[in-house]
């Protein structure tokens, strides 16, 4: 059984354990890649070590922001977290994740999302599944053929054109709540080498102005089991969702089959026959909050929302969320103050996570054992805490 486990940011120093450690855990290919060897601002790498000084376990907090109802909401994004294998079931993982979710805090983070390999552990530090990301495979000839619109531009995109990319992806996610604002000095060192994201890129442009692109991989050969893997197709118009849909379609001939990861209710998703699409892969992603009054003050809400309701929220890692809180929600805003009193709804952390993620209403909560209320008391109050509707997440990390 271990001693004490010591956890705290690794060094320089350290790279090289973490990255065998990581290799060993996830399976990665020998070659170490050149982010490995560093720790870009916008990143904190921690590590757990035994008496003996050896590393034991790791974590990395990525410092994103989210998109919440058209504000970006500070977040401490968990990626990489490993354990070694003489060292699992012995609070390891535990440990780095209470001293992640602290610096966060202290850092300014208010939310936190996830990829698990298995939740349980996750589910233990007050994390709860709150969407999955899909990828999914079409038979290419099935996409809608439409005559092409005259006041539309399609064409090859290039390096210079990544910015009005980004605009764009903006325009589409901005008003969604989830999804990753894509801007940060992480994002900008990932994004270093100013290349195309892909094998290629298509843009859509009315008067001069982008309005809908996609990136892809060719992938290999031209028979009957090649795929043609769109990492991402946005618009912001009906017109401009069809033209992209129009010349993914015209890959039929060499690529029988389209690969991508919809967002649910957008442009492009509501042209493309999903009723015919077979899953080729899913992430189930985790939500929860670092700073609740972070978490509820610095998102955006729908200004038709108003009211105000009392809860205890209990969060074991998180301590300074528990205790008894109210929210207050109007004209676009809302905030949590703290109350020297009792509620007669008991909430946990993972039950905030599904409501705040808009992943599940208040009834279905206190049924999952997430929230406790008297005989007699509606939870249904606590669905003005997920009033924003349903968070999703387009980048896998």
């Known amino acids: 059984m271990l001693a004490t486990v010591h956890v705290r940011e690794l060094t320089a120093d350290d790279l090289d354990a973490a990255w065998e450690l990581g290799r060993f855990a996830f399976g990665s290919d020998p070659q170490r890649p050149v982010h ?48 070694a294998p003489e ?15 602290r610096g966060a805090r202290e850092r300014g983070a208010a939310v936190s999302a996830l990829y698990p390999t298995v939740a349980a552990p996750y589910r233990a530090c007050g994390w709860e599944a709150a969407g999955v990301l899909r990828t999914v495979d079409l038979a290419t000839a099935a996409l809608p053929r439409h005559r092409p619109a005259p006041h539309l531009t399609v064409r090859a995109g290039s390096p210079a054109d990544l910015a009005a990319v980004a605009d764009l992806y903006e325009q589409v996610t901005r008003h969604r709540n989830g999804m990753l604002t894509r801007r940060g000095k992480l994002y900008d060192f990932f994004a270093a080498d100013k290349g ?24 290999r050969g031209y028979g009957a089991d090649s795929v043609l893997t769109v990492d991402e197709a946005l618009a912001v118009t ?8 129009g010349v993914l ?11 991508l990861c919809p967002l649910d209710g957008d442009a492009v998703s509501v042209q493309l026959p999903l009723e015919s699409a077979r899953e080729h892969e899913r ?28 809860f205890h929220l209990t969060d074991p890692l998180a301590t300074w969320n528990t205790g008894t809180w109210r929210l ?11 109350l020297d009193a009792e509620a007669e709804l008991r909430l946990d952390v993972r039950g905030f996570a599904l409501l705040y993620a808009g992943a599940a209403r208040a009834r279905s909560v206190a049924q999952a054992g997430l929230l406790h209320h008297s005989p007699g008391v509606d939870p249904a109050a606590l669905d ?12 896998y990390f």
């Open 328 to 338: 207050a929600v109007t004209d676009g805003a809302a905030e949590l103050t703290r």
């Open 238 to 245: 009906a017109e401009a969702a069809r033209e992209l849909v």
């Open 283 to 310: 992430h189930l992603w985790m939500h929860r909050p670092v700073d609740v009054v972070r978490a509820v003050s610095a998102r955006g809400w729908p200004a038709h929302a108003r009211g105000a309701v009392d």
């Open 196 to 219: 195309l994201p892909g094998d290629g890129l298509t843009l859509v442009e009315a008067d001069g102005d982008l309005v809908g692109y996609a990136t892809w991989q060719r992938g």
């Open 87 to 101: 060292a699992r079931g012995r609070g390891v993982a535990r440990a780095l994740l209470t001293t992640l979710l």
């Open 249 to 259: 379609g015209s890959w039929a001939s060499v690529a029988p089959t389209l690969r």
């Open 384 to 395: 003005l805490l997920g009033v924003g509707g349903p968070a999703q997440l387009l980048d």
């Open 36 to 83: 490995a060897a560093v720790t870009p601002a916008g990143m904190t790498r921690y590590g757990a070590f035994d008496d003996a000084g050896r590393l034991v376990g790791k974590a990395v907090d990525r410092h994103h922001d989210q998109w919440w109802s058209g504000r970006a909401v500070p977040a401490a994004d968990v990626a990489g977290v490993a354990v």
